[in-house]
């Protein structure tokens, strides 16, 4: 891989990476000077694990909706095409350790959660695809490593 490409992730080797990790992955500086601070939050390993479409898919929805109640700083919060973590999308907020503790403290409320928001025909475009708690399994599993999270890359990468 020789030539960058114009995708931040793709130009990241992923057989070095270690799940689970967040990372700062990009900062855009609009023309007003608002800062957008793009995070790869990586639950699974590449390549080597996934999460299940309908418990991506709740997670989506609950860290979405609970995230905005640590911060108003939260443009937006996207699964990965390939099902192994999400991109969190901040602005004006260049704080990694408050990151972390807006995800540690978003993901404790998933877990408190008895419902998944906005899991209907007129509020989401595949209401039938959602599973709270496998939602409720990847929080649990992410924050028990919770440790882990500033490590990016396998110690022997």
Not at 35 to 59: E, F, G, V, W
Not at 78 to 87: A, D, N
Not at 118 to 140: T, V, Y
């Amino acid at each position: 891989m020789s030539d960058k490409m114009n995708v931040e992730s793709f130009n990241l080797d992923h057989t070095k990476v270690k799940a689970p990790y967040i990372r700062l992955a990009d900062i855009k500086t609009g023309e007003h000077g608002d800062r957008i601070h793009k995070y790869d939050m990586r639950i699974c390993q590449p390549n080597q694990d996934h999460m299940d479409m309908p418990a991506l898919h709740s997670l989506e929805h609950l860290m979405a909706e609970m995230s905005r109640n640590h911060s108003d700083k939260v443009v937006d919060i996207s699964p990965m095409g390939c099902q192994t973590g999400f991109y969190i999308a901040m602005i004006n907020h260049d704080d990694y350790d408050g990151v972390l503790d807006l995800l540690e403290g978003t993901l404790k409320d998933v877990l408190a959660a008895d419902a998944v928001p906005a899991c209907n025909e007129m509020q989401c475009g595949w209401a039938a695809s959602h599973s709270l708690e496998g939602a409720k399994d990847i929080a649990r599993g992410f924050l028990a490593k919770r440790d882990e999270w500033a490590q990016v890359f396998a110690e022997d990468a």
